[in-house]
């Protein structure tokens, strides 16, 4: 059972244009939503994430955008660019242990 | 600072076989968790380590197994190896305390299974 739903599992946007990729939850005790990132022939890198008492957190192009009452939560990349191409995969925290989405191939176009 | 090493990168086994693949985590970090990584399943949570007592366990077969030593490196073993257990094999170390929120990966070890 996938504890963190992720979606879509693909995205092509041209470059400038505004990546959106969501994810919904059902455990309430998550306490901790990061995101990561992966290029290629690397492990996932911490990229940006949120506790749930907060609704939105911006870190330069890429903000998280929380709903706690919807169990919902979403990446967005403003003005997106090529070197953004990369597997995006959410995550959610309860205790000590993680529970990722299944991933996001992001291709931005030139 | 170092960052968590994983070896070996890649790896070829047949049906029957086993595997032992290592972690090298962050200096200072006291906790590893491992993960299988195929594609359209994200990452699967195997199990995590913390001070060499197996702390948290996933949904796998028993021929997943790991371990911890004492200098905090770990090592996970699959046994009688199938072919659906191709994949890439990330680990990622933390603090593992409390509000230990940062997991950090290795670059992975990618198995194939022939």
């Known amino acids: 059972q996938q504890q963190v739903k992720q979606s879509p599992q693909s995205l092509i946007v041209q470059k400038g244009g505004i990546s959106i990729i969501n994810c919904a939850y059902e455990n309430t005790a998550f306490d901790y939503f990061p995101w990561y990132q992966q290029f290629p022939g690397k492990g996932p890198a911490l990229l940006i994430a949120i506790r749930p008492d907060v609704s939105e957190k911006k870190e330069g192009r890429f903000t998280i955008s929380f709903n706690k009452s919807a169990k919902q939560f979403s990446l967005h990349i403003m003005d997106s660019q090529p070197g953004d191409s990369a597997t995006y995969f959410c995550?959610?925290?309860?205790?000590?242990?993680?529970?990722f989405g299944t991933g996001t191939s992001l291709t931005v176009i030139p | 600072k170092a960052g968590v090493t994983q070896t070996p990168r890649y790896l070829i086994k047949t049906r029957g076989q086993q595997v032992t693949l290592s972690c090298s985590p962050i200096s200072g970090h006291r906790s590893v968790s491992w993960y299988q990584q195929t594609p359209g399943q994200g990452l699967q949570f195997l199990f995590e380590y913390f001070s060499e007592t197996q702390r948290n366990k996933g949904n796998f077969p028993g021929r997943f197994s790991g371990r911890q030593f004492s200098n905090s490196r770990s090592e996970m073993n699959v046994s009688t190896l199938e072919l659906g257990d191709s994949a890439l094999y990330l680990c990622?170390?933390?603090?593992?305390?409390?509000?230990?929120?940062?997991?950090?990966f290795g670059a992975g070890s990618r198995l194939t299974v022939l």
């Open positions: 990622a170390s933390s603090l593992g305390g409390v509000g230990a929120n940062v997991l950090t």
């Open positions: 995550a959610a925290k309860t205790g000590n242990q993680f529970y």
